[in-house]
Nanobody
Framework: QVQLVESGGGLVQPGGSLRLSCAAS????????MGWYRQAPGKQREFVAT???????NYADSVKGRFTISRDNAKNTVYLQMNSLKPEDTAVYYC???????????WGQGTLVTVSS
């Protein structure tokens, strides 16, 4: 089974930027849909953005215009570019892939993003 590993989290000041990466151990084309989700302390995990193999994107209203999801098939990596970060973006960010053959979902281990001055 293809595994996912996130990286790129860290501490950033409000208004700053970060780029998260989600590297797959195999081809990301094995996933029909890939996405980013986040879980803030004391809250449920929530949807952030998704990207289909056809290139269709979808974003949560709270991040539209600030975050961009993209992928590099050659590197088997999906990215989340986060700009104009706010303290409320603080969370553990998870990458998820949905297997195109059996529908199984694969999650990464998460990467922590902290937005604070």
């Amino acid at each position: 089974q293809v595994q996912l590993v996130e990286s790129g989290g860290g501490l950033v000041q409000p208004g700053g930027s970060l780029r998260l990466s989600c590297a797959a151990s195999g081809s990301i084309l094995s996933f029909s849909l890939m996405g980013w989700y986040r879980q803030a302390p004391g809250k449920q995990r929530e949807f952030v953005a998704t990207l289909s193999t056809g290139g269709n994107t979808n974003y949560a209203d709270s991040v539209k215009g600030r975050f961009t999801i993209s992928r590099d098939n050659a590197k088997n990596t999906v990215y989340l570019q986060m700009n104009s970060l706010k303290p409320e973006d603080t969370a553990v960010y998870y990458c998820k892939g949905r297997n195109r053959w059996n529908g199984n979902e694969v999650w990464g281990q998460g990467t922590l993003v902290t937005v604070s001055s």
